[in-house]
């Protein structure tokens, strides 16, 4: 359970640009519904002929995509629920999950954002299951994101549900707004760091963190 201290107007977690009904009186069948015939009309505007055989489906199989897949990391009822353990060997170095892959999708222009996540943590007593770090990049990835945001997301969470000050995360990814539109420049990346505690504090700290990467 998130500590009450950290339930503020300021949380990342709690920054949210989603209506307040977003999940009030609608089923995600009824939003597929619904997207499904918006996009219908999307792409009839496009000039496509919406009764040619490949792309009579298409809207449907996009509304699904958007509510079932990329997009399901809206809905606060599917966060992950943490596996959370008591450190009884008291392990107290960093625990670090690498390159774990990032998909997400760009709020500005709903294209791609693909990447791979690394995040650290110091245990103060707690420990989480090694698959809850990844379900955790994952579910706040599947919305619409920018990268600053998604990484401090990730960081916030998991100092919440470990009780521990001492946590941090770098992602490193391409987004196709850059790569396939405007400037199309295919080989340049993101990076984007949020440290805490002593990976902000302690430079030896930070130095390890970044050489068990591959950064350093």
């Given at each position: 359970m998130m500590k009450e201290k950290n339930k503020n107007k300021n949380s990342i977690l709690n920054h949210s640009y989603l209506r307040k009904d977003a999940f009030c009186n609608i089923s995600d069948?009824?939003?597929i519904e619904k997207i499904e015939k918006h996009f219908f009309q999307i792409m009839k505007v496009l000039g496509l002929n919406m009764n040619d055989d490949s792309l009579r489906l298409t809207p449907k199989r996009v509304a699904k995509m958007f509510i079932q897949e990329i997009f399901s990391g809206l809905d606060?009822?599917?966060i992950p629920k943490p596996s959370i353990f008591e450190n009884k060997y008291k392990?107290?170095?960093?625990?670090?999950?690498k390159n774990i892959t990032?998909?997400?999708?760009?709020?500005?222009?709903?294209?791609?954002?693909?990447?791979k996540a690394h995040?650290?943590?110091?245990?103060?007593g707690k420990v989480v299951g090694l698959s809850k770090i990844n379900r955790?990049?994952?579910?706040y990835a599947r919305r619409p994101q920018v990268q600053e945001r998604l990484t401090m997301q990730i960081v916030?969470?998991?100092?919440?549900?470990?009780?521990?000050?001492?946590v941090a995360c770098i992602i490193e990814a391409k987004h196709l707004c850059v790569n396939s539109r405007g400037i199309r420049d295919i080989d340049s990346t993101t990076i984007t760091t949020e440290f805490i505690g002593s990976f902000k504090e302690n430079s030896e700290v930070r130095k390890e963190f970044l050489h068990h990467i591959g950064i350093s």
């Open positions: 069948q009824e939003k606060p009822k599917k392990y107290n170095q960093m625990l670090i999950e990032v998909y997400s999708t760009c709020e500005h222009h709903f294209l791609p954002i693909v990447g995040v650290g943590y110091i245990s103060h955790i990049v994952n579910f916030e969470y998991l100092q919440n549900i470990l009780d521990t000050k001492d």
